[in-house]
């Protein structure tokens, strides 16, 4: 069976995997995530890079992967061929849906909610110009709404207020009916987002076709429980602080392991 390695700098990336392990249960998974660096949404292309190529060098030395998925929308638009040229395993990468949201608009208006990195990469220009150029596109990069959704996934708590606060800008956007989630942490706040928009907006997001396409490219037996015998997860973090034990072990990864990048 294969192991498949996912990164995120939070526990938003967990939303790739919930996707991933309901079509592949019997896959032995790691999950590494970069909290020390954490929220990316806000640094530098090149320190992203490094840590994303950091991170997988630090985990290849103790653990055995045979895929990679960036499950992180703000390093995959930047960090993809750094770490398809340092690594020989398929890399897959996380695309905000900008392309099914274009296609499903009727208004031809649409949004796209992601960090304040990710809504200004030249990624998303060509995204837009490739996929979406009948459209009018409105970006709006939330750092808040991450750290919002990070700690409802620790805690459980979450202010709608603060959600609502968050979207306020989109409300200029007349006649949007689409929505991109354009970072993994955001399908994890999919309600408290619908509730503050109304039903009218649909919110789309690229979990179940990053989770398509990391099946893809898995060989044909590995959905089968046959194969399943020794399969594992382990989680690890960057930074020891933060209290992550009560999540991971919920879905069977057990307390992070503390990853050393220095
Ligand atoms: N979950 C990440 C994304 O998809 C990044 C959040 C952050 O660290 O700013 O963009």
Known sequence: MSTVLFLDSGVGGLSVWQETVARLPHSSYIYAFDNLFFPYGEKEDSTIIERCCLLVRSILRREHADMIVVACNTASTV???????????????????????????????????????????????????????????????????????????????????????????????????????????FPWLRSEIQECLGQGIACVD???????RICSLLPPGEKSAANGGNAFRRAYQTDGSGDYRELFTRIGFGAPLLLRTD
């Open 206 to 212: 690229s979990g179940q076709a990053v989770a398509r």
């Open 79 to 185: 960090a993809l061929p750094a770490l398809r040229a340092e690594f020989s395993l398929p890399v897959v990468g996380v695309v905000p849906a900008v392309k099914p949201a274009a296609a499903m608009s009727r208004s031809k208006v649409i949004g796209l909610l992601a960090t304040p990195a990710t809504v200004r990469r030249r990624y998303i220009d060509d995204l837009v110009a490739n996929f979406a150029a009948d459209c009018t596109v409105v970006r709006l990069g939330s750092l808040e709404l991450v750290q919002i959704a990070e700690e409802k996934m620790r805690s459980g708590m979450v202010s709608v207020d603060a959600v609502r606060a968050c979207l306020r800008p989109l409300g200029n956007a007349d006649g949007l009916d689409t929505l991109v989630l354009g970072c993994t942490h």
